[in-house]
């Protein structure tokens, strides 16, 4: 007990260490609150290990402030910071879903440092709309009338509800009334709306009598279509197209509604995805209107879009609520450059990271696993195997459709695939991969070759044995 209270008294005050810590060349322009914080972070460890027997002896001035400047520089690491993409996994929801191209975010950078044309229009001198930048661009991309745009699909759902249907039945097949995530289910979003849920069908089937028995003149407002994005039924099923729920809305003058979820304006068939329909495709079959998000199959930035009729549009804009659920300048710049990229679909298709990941053939795959493999094959002691792999698109779009890949397998003697696992995420900057079979997978599909140079040094500094068990 005394040598544990010895211990305690030689603990060094704040301001000593903090001062030493200031006169480190390294760490002289630090900035002073995150060193402050530093230093009373490492002198609390120091205290809990002694407290707890762990420590028989006070660490050296030099490895106090080695601790210190390890504590700062996770003071001083951002939050939000960049990551390696070893999943496989396209669109990746909690790694920030789709990529940028470079040209978007240049864009991002200009108008981030600068005042922009966001509600003003030079040629008049007048005030303009915020919408303008991006409603022509979804005219001319999607042959809609009309277009606008908010924070994302589920503010887009809760706006079309909202000032459309509020107080008014709207018709759902029971097998549509989904739970995107989040919590966000289709009853509880129309509660919110003001609209009356008007469930019909069965779980795995609904026809098209179904909606046409439950329109009633004096209650209905009209009709809704989810697409199922992010789960499938299967085996005994049937449900109403779009163009037939459209031909029956038209007959009863009731406006049709779908809310697409991921949206994309490509034809996925080559990829062996055939229920992934177009936004354009769904406008052609006779929805009203359409909404999906920007930031998923479209490669984009979060946003909700919604595109259709022009008088159904123009009362969602007059709207209280499309005030509350705007976007800003930002996301409206990375909207309207990724949107000028589908102008020319093959020059999308090459550009916009989101599409070139699913787009990309299997002998390009097998390259990049294989330069990848040579890049490591430096590293003595690894195991390293290509391996064919199967890649998902992820944020919620098509499920059970998984991508053809090749993927390099990974092995250290000494390291389980949990503990790799582990040591490659807590690198800097943090390397996400997946284990298959006890045996760690790098998915090429979703790492830039600029990134195998990260990947390598974070091989070359791995840990010994024993050291993430």
């Avoid at 920030?96 to 030079?122: C, M, N």
């Avoid at 038209?250 to 990829?271: A, H, Y």
């Avoid at 300048?329 to 990724?338: N, Q």
């Avoid at 390291?415 to 900057?429: H, M, Q, T, V």
């Amino acid at each position: 007990m005394e040598a544990e209270q010895k211990l305690l008294r030689a603990i060094p005050k704040v301001d000593s260490l903090l001062e030493q810590v200031q006169n480190r060349p390294e760490m002289r322009d630090w900035p002073r609150a995150p060193l402050v914080e530093a230093v009373r972070t490492t002198l609390e460890s120091l205290r809990r290990d002694i407290l707890a027997g762990r420590v028989s002896r006070l660490p050296d001035s030099e490895a106090l402030m080695d601790r210190v400047g390890r504590a700062a520089r996770l003071e001083l690491r951002p939050g939000l910071r960049k990551v390696v993409n070893a999943t496989g996994v396209v669109i990746h929801t909690n790694l920030g879903r789709s990529i940028l191209a470079p040209e978007v975010a240049a864009r991002l950078t200009e108008l981030a440092a600068s005042y922009s044309t966001l509600e003003y229009d030079p040629a008049e001198g007048l005030r303009g709309s915020r919408q303008v930048h991006v409603e022509k661009l979804l005219i001319r991309l999607t042959g809609c009338e009309a277009a606008l745009v908010v924070n994302n699909n589920a503010a887009a759902v809760l706006l079309i509800l909202a000032a459309l249907f509020r107080g008014r039945e709207l018709i759902v097949s029971r097998g549509e009334l989904v739970e995107i995530g989040g919590s966000f289910r289709i009853p509880a979003i129309m509660e919110e709306g003001g609209a009356i849920l008007r469930e019909v069908g069965t779980t795995n089937k609904t026809r098209l009598n179904d909606y046409a028995r439950a329109i009633d003149p004096e209650r209905t407002g009209g009709l809704l279509k989810v697409h199922s994005s992010n789960f499938r039924i299967i085996g005994y099923t049937e449900s109403a197209s779009v163009a037939s729920l459209a031909a029956l809305a038209r007959e009863r003058r009731l406006p049709l509604v779908v809310d697409l979820g991921s949206g994309t304006f490509f034809n996925l068939q080559p990829l062996g995805i055939h229920d992934e329909p177009t936004v354009g495709q769904m406008l052609e079959a006779g929805a009203d209107l359409v909404s999906f998000s920007g930031d998923k199959m479209l490669g984009g930035a979060q946003a909700g879009l919604i595109v259709g009729r022009r008088d159904q549009v123009a009362q969602l804009r007059a709207h209280p609520l499309a005030r509350a659920l705007r976007v800003d300048k930002m996301t409206l710049a990375a909207l309207e450059a990724t949107l000028r990229l589908y102008l020319d679909p093959e020059e999308a298709r090459r550009r916009i990271p989101t599409l070139a990941m699913l787009f990309i053939g299997s002998e390009e795959l097998r390259a990049k696993a294989e330069s990848l493999r040579a890049a490591l094959s430096g590293r003595p002691g690894l195991g390293l195997e290509l391996v064919p792999s199967e890649n998902q698109v992820g944020g919620g779009s098509a499920p059970e459709r998984p991508l053809p890949s090749w993927a390099v397998a990974v092995t250290v003697p000494g390291l389980s695939p949990d503990a790799l696992e582990k040591a490659l995420r807590l690198n800097e900057p943090p390397i996400v991969a997946r284990i298959v079979k006890d045996r760690l997978f790098l998915e090429v599909r979703t790492i830039d070759p600029a990134d195998f140079g990260a990947i390598l040094d974070a091989f070359s500094s791995l840990p010994g044995p024993g050291s993430y068990s």
